[in-house]
DNA sequence: ACCTGAACACCGTTCAAGT
DNA sequence: ACCTGAACACCGTTCAAGT
């Protein structure tokens, strides 16, 4: 979370060139991050803000998709956990976790396209679900269900955010994509696809957050309705 | 779907190499795609297959997302939506036909990344849109709600398979982070994390099968069961 | 008017060679 | 033993100049 104490207050120069050790590297790959957008989050680019060639990274980052994994769990420090120990019904408290989640998320949604890929396993991401389980175990969802069905809110958080990942840079493309898919779904036939006709651009419609907490909701009432199919456990006894 | 009858049986040579035109350089795609996997169809990789220079793409696709795409929408021919007409439970059918969807993305995880941020919109989609609505309708769920669920459940199906884009070429890398969110999970501390610490590997257990089909009817549940919060209808006293 | 060669401004990753 | 300069093998996109 940039909460890392400085390394050290080095001679002078800039805010610290912090020395080369994952934390560090991480650090400035946070920082760069914000002053110049995930684009720009690039080994070489990197390399360059610590005054190194990109070859000495390797030494401490596996790959692009591990940095950018890094960064996430960084990120993830500023999700607010505090409703999981808090009073109240607690599935208010668990989307207002993941709504926090998805806030952090969608700052960054490039970022929440690496996730889907190379999900991060630091401490931060482990504090998130450890209150995810928390909630759900306080709901009464069998533990065995909520390890998959945190995966599945994490999931649907995460993809949401990524959709946005498209003209972060530049919105114009963006754009272009959405019109064409609006002007798709307005042309389409009445009577191929009667479906799509009849609903218009209800397709679309609707403020992102009212279908972001749809979808929460959904998802919650789709737990507690859909018991897992078949404990491996061993002791319970097969239905087949 | 390389299902268009190729455009003309072309002199002798290679097999057609398709007149610069949106739709050659689609179905050229889609052939390199297969030959060699989605991370080879670049613009400039392209371009050298159609003997032409990169720039000259520029005239029929807007850039790569676009390109990727409309790829995608080509490959969604082979989706199967003959459950959609056929008889039988509504839900078995639904089910069907995405996981029809799901094994053609999982083919190809990174066109599942590319679909996340620039939609197809293509004639396929519209197709795969149609026989979803048209089950779900079936299935009681009212119009403006099934308009949301579509995106859920498609969104789930692509997520999913996004998720496994990791390692596409690499296969090390996509072990890698496993195995460190593994030795993560392993590795809690029992007072610090202990919903976590119980589970162990139960987060990640299963089958993929078995989570996608347990998804796919967490969905359907919840979407059965979570009313759209407010139509805005022209006739929907507000409650504000 | 339409097309494109060539250029601009970058990438990730590896490895041989230095300290 | 540890680190890294330099190289390899690429990218997307634009635009001035040609036909």
């Known amino acids: 979370m940039t909460a890392h104490p400085t390394p050290r207050p080095s001679r002078r120069e800039r805010p610290a060139k912090p020395?080369?050790?994952?934390?560090?590297?991480?650090?400035?790959?946070?920082?760069?991050?914000?002053?110049?957008?995930?684009?720009?989050?690039?080994?070489?680019?990197?390399?360059?803000?610590?005054?190194?060639g990109p070859a000495s990274l390797y030494v401490y980052v596996r790959n692009t998709a591990e940095l950018h994994a890094a960064v996430l769990d960084d990120l993830l420090g500023a999700v607010d956990l505090s409703p999981a120990k808090a009073s109240g019904d607690w599935r208010d408290r668990l989307v207002r976790v993941l709504d926090s989640y998805t806030?952090?998320?969608?700052?960054?949604?490039?970022?929440?396209?690496?996730?889907?890929?190379?999900?991060?396993?630091?401490?931060?991401?482990?504090?998130?679900?450890e209150a995810l389980l928390s909630l759900l175990s306080e709901g009464g969802v069998p533990d065995a269900r909520a390890a998959w069905a945190v995966d599945l809110l994490l999931q649907f958080a995460t993809a949401t955010a990524a959709e946005h990942a498209a003209g972060e840079k530049d919105p114009t493309d963006a754009e272009g994509e959405w019109a064409e898919l609006a002007a798709a779904l307005r042309g389409v036939s009445e009577h191929r696809h009667p479906h799509i006709a009849a609903l218009g651009t209800e397709l679309?419609?609707?403020?992102?957050?009212?279908?972001?907490?749809?979808?929460?909701?959904v998802l919650i009432n789709g737990v507690l309705h859909t018991p897992r199919p078949e404990a491996p456990g061993p002791d319970t006894p097969e239905t087949s």
């Not at 991480?26 to 803000?49: S, Y």
């Open 19 to 52: 020395a080369l050790t994952r934390d560090g590297i991480v650090e400035t790959a946070v920082a760069l991050m914000r002053a110049e957008g995930l684009q720009r989050v690039t080994m070489r680019r990197l390399a360059q803000e610590l005054d190194t």
């Open 103 to 129: 806030d952090v998320l969608f700052e960054h949604p490039g970022l929440a396209r690496s996730a889907l890929v190379a999900r991060p396993s630091g401490e931060r991401y482990l504090n998130l679900l």
């Open 204 to 217: 679309l419609s609707g403020p992102g957050e009212a279908r972001l907490n749809w979808g929460f909701h």
